[in-house]
């Protein structure tokens, strides 16, 4: 069938005949992928106030420390994704790298992440729309099932109108959401340089300098909950397939975002430390405060900006769900090209572009886990931290097995660019170590079998799959040369350029 609105399905092992994504995107809309499954506002909205129970004035420093970290893991991805584009990023990354096995299992972990990633978010957009419908009087103790099953419909309709209008919105949902803390910003160091702040305060330099008796070790662990604040910035990886000139777009994206993120961060930090004073009275309501920004917003402009500001985070939750699928839907996508997994999910609309049957798998998936939660009555708030634990600890997998592989790719042209990748695994790991060691509390000392079980999965898949490795290795080559045939540029095989 070749009407609007079907799905191409493959017919052949000829590369012509695979299905294929349309190449649409240029650097912004690439870029906002990145940026939104990170969502900064989000980000900005919750991880404060950890950093601050550690450092406890200087917690802006945990986020500089957190940027160079990340600024090292990313080099691997950035590197990687300058020589080959593909629409599972690590799967193919890895895979051209370290072998089939090695990169089906960076994607297998990738896919773990972005199963439950977005409903972390759509649980985002339930916490802070029940604030918002609180603040605004409107509703004050809404259910958070009908709030999430809202999200999920909208990141549903948007996703599934091809990939351009989705990075669109993404773009539009962040821009707007990092605009209202960008107000409170302001608002704080007007108030602050003016001496009209409250309390007397005033700016003071000693938000960057560690407390007495806080030591490197301190540091580093507060760091760790500032590199998660990063995480998704590899996002746009799954995007090089649709981007115009993959191999220079990508790498552009992702260090586009790590930069954003170390700016934007570490200045919101500033703000808030600053906000809240440099005092001890200052820090306690800072490292106790479960809404900082609002808390804030409420001190310095008064409560709407407050409740702009849920509104603002709610948008950036949606924009990390929307990101999130689209990077699950483009892994089960490859998966089902290479034969890993089912034929029909590489199904591609005529119409917009989209691996429809993908991206309906992760939204069915995604139901299933909300609803699940929602009839163990779990609260809100718990759903969304036992959820980005678990993807947390799978994304962190990752990060290591991609190092890796760049170490290994990078080390054949010389011994020194195994430098960077190999800290960039140093850092992933030690991340990873302070998430499972100490054992946390219940539940979240079991949350690492989890992913454990979910990784021993993968291996079984890759033995038990009949011509596993020919058929990962078969469908890399493909879109190598496929790759090759479309040119360095990024144009459409046999198609007009379409207009941005």
Known sequence: MTGQGTSAEPRSGDPASQPALRRELRFFETASVSVGVMAPTLA?????????????????????????????VAYGFVRLAGEFSHAGSVYGFVGNTLGPRPGFLAGWALLGTYVVFPPVSIMGVAVFGRAFLAAT?????????????????VIAVLAARGVRPTTRSLLTFEI?????????????????????????????????????????????????????????????????????????????????????????YVACVIAQSLGFGASAAGV?????????????????????????????????????????VTVAARMLFSFGRDGIAARRLSGVSRSTGVPRRALAAEMLVGLALLTAFRLAGTSALNTFFYLATIGTLSLLVMYVLTNAAAARHLGRHSPWQVLAPAAGVLVAGYVL??????????????????????????????????????????????????????GRAGLPRGAPVRAP
Request: charged fraction near 10%; include cysteine; aromatic fraction near 10%.
């Open 137 to 153: 009087g409107i509703a004050a103790n809404a259910d958070w099932y009908p709030l999430a099953l809202a999200a999920w419909a």
């Open 44 to 72: 900005m909205s919750v991880t404060g106030a950890a950093a601050a129970a550690v450092l406890g004035r200087a917690a802006p420093l945990a986020f500089a420390v957190a940027a160079v970290g990340v600024g090292l």
């Open 433 to 486: 170590y302070r998430n499972v060691w100490p054992v946390p509390s219940p539940p979240y000392e079991y949350f690492p079998y989890l992913v454990l079980g979910w990784l021993a999965a993968g291996v079984v898949i890759t033995a038990v799959v009949p011509g596993f490795s020919g058929k990962v290795s078969g469908g890399l080559e493909r879109v190598a040369q496929a790759e090759g045939e479309t």
């Open 176 to 264: 707007a959401s990092v605009c209202l803390i960008l107000v409170l910003m302001g608002a704080i160091f007007w108030h602050l340089a003016a001496g009209t702040a409250p309390g007397g305060l005033r700016f003071s330099g000693s938000v960057i300098v560690l407390p007495p008796g806080v030591g490197a070790s301190a540091l580093a662990l507060a760091a760790t909950s500032g590199f998660l604040a990063f995480a998704g910035f590899e996002s746009a990886g799954s995007l090089g397939e649709e981007s115009f000139a993959p191999t220079r777009v990508v790498p552009r994206a992702i260090m586009t975002a790590v930069a954003f993120g170390a700016v934007f």
């Open 284 to 324: 306690s309501a800072f490292r106790h405060s479960q809404a900082p920004l609002g808390d804030l917003a409420k001190r310095y402009v008064g409560t709407p900006l407050a409740a702009l500001l849920d509104l603002g985070a709610v948008l950036s939750a949606l924009a990390a769900g929307l990101g999130g």
